[in-house]
């Protein structure tokens, strides 16, 4: 059973099936974010996604990077990514023409950044999501 629906851009269903949700500052302790930072941040987490299901694809959503009008430290002007760092596992149709869609699903882990902690839906899955490109990034595997 899907935890949420979420239809593309280009008239596919996706389903979520499994998510982590996490504080995407949650253990800094001091410090401010600026780029570096939040670059290093996108790499680990993705690549903790890719290590976490090996055989299943991932894709980083590039997150919205806000930059207040705080004065600039050491390292740079502070850069903010939004609040909520989420991983999740969608699952839909085989992407391949040729495949049975009763023994074959496609599959894809996205990583994504949203402001608040809520699991995305029908109606508000975000641009973002809503654009995924699930042809091209995800792979079918057999049932």
Request: aromatic content about 8%; proline content about 9%.
């Amino acid at each position: 059973m899907a935890l949420t629906k979420i239809h593309l851009s280009s008239g596919r269903s996706i389903e979520l099936s499994d998510v982590r949700l996490s504080s995407t500052y949650g253990g800094f302790l001091e410090g401010y974010p600026f780029r570096r930072i939040n670059d290093l941040k996108l790499e680990r987490t993705l690549r903790n996604a890719r290590e976490a299901a090996p055989s299943v694809p991932a894709h980083l959503v590039d997150p919205v990077r806000h930059l207040p009008d705080d004065t600039p430290g050491p390292f740079g002007p502070v850069e903010v990514l939004p609040a909520v760092t989420c991983v999740g596992r969608f699952t839909s149709r085989p992407v391949g023409p040729d495949q049975d869609a009763v023994s074959y699903y496609s599959a894809l882990t996205v990583v994504w950044f949203q402001d608040t902690p809520v699991l995305p839906t029908e109606e508000d899955g975000g641009t973002a999501l809503r654009d995924l490109r699930w042809e091209e990034l995800a792979e079918d595997f057999e049932i």
